[in-house]
């Protein structure tokens, strides 16, 4: 069973969130909050496998929330999904870069956020397609970082694997493209986030833009 926390000054959002998780066999909902604080003191006493979480909230905002239970060692294996009414915002950056698994608008269809909160569940990182493409074209006009360092300690294999999760595929999607076992794709991702020091796939899918070693594709 996914146990999930909603976080959201809105309580007939977090309603509707909280009705459409509890019609699924798989998931359920462990606590509700209003702003950031209480969304981390919630975390703390429920423990849930995944926190939806408003970027904006009066009183502490989404990102300093997802912020502070990425720097806590009893939260580690929360995996948090920013929800933002807009298809892309300057909160994209500041919020994979704090530790978010995930980043959606609040207008997705229900099955793309159910499966959002599963792929969170599970280790994966998901964005919302407007997002995904708007992130990346962001790229187009920023110059990388210096990081060659960190990208020549990956293998070449591992190198390909990363590119692929900035793209967005999944493990599934990875082990086909490469035709090999998601199992392996899965170990290839692990053993990447832990060379590069990285919490989840969202911090890799923020390397592979920042140091170059995903071009964007212009268009987007």
Do not use: W
């Amino acid at each position: 069973m996914i146990k999930v926390l909603l976080a959201d000054d809105q309580p007939l959002m977090r309603g509707g969130f909280k009705a459409l998780i509890e019609a699924e066999d798989d998931m359920t909902v462990v606590a509700e909050a209003a702003d950031g604080p209480a969304a981390v003191e919630l975390a703390l006493e429920s423990r849930p496998d995944v926190a939806l979480v408003d970027v904006e909230m009066p009183g502490g905002d989404g990102i300093s929330a997802v912020r502070e239970i990425a720097e806590c060692a009893r939260l580690a294996d929360l995996r948090v999904v920013m929800l933002t009414n807009y298809s892309f915002d300057s909160y994209v950056f500041d919020a994979l870069r704090a530790g978010a698994a995930g980043y959606l608008v609040k207008d997705t269809e229900p099955e793309e956020l159910l499966r959002c909160v599963r792929a969170a569940a599970a280790g994966e990182t998901l964005l919302s397609p407007a997002i995904a493409s708007k992130l990346v074209a962001e790229y187009v006009a920023h110059p990388p970082s210096r990081l060659a360092g960190k990208v020549d300690g990956l293998t070449e294999r591992e190198s390909e694997i990363v590119a692929l999760v900035a793209r967005g595929l999944t493990n599934t999607e990875i082990a086909e493209r490469l035709f090999i076992s998601p199992a392996t794709a899965k170990t290839h991702v692990h053993r990447a986030m832990m060379k590069l020091r990285v919490r989840d796939r969202a911090g890799l899918v923020v390397f592979a833009y920042e140091s170059g070693m995903v071009q964007p594709r212009t268009g987007q």
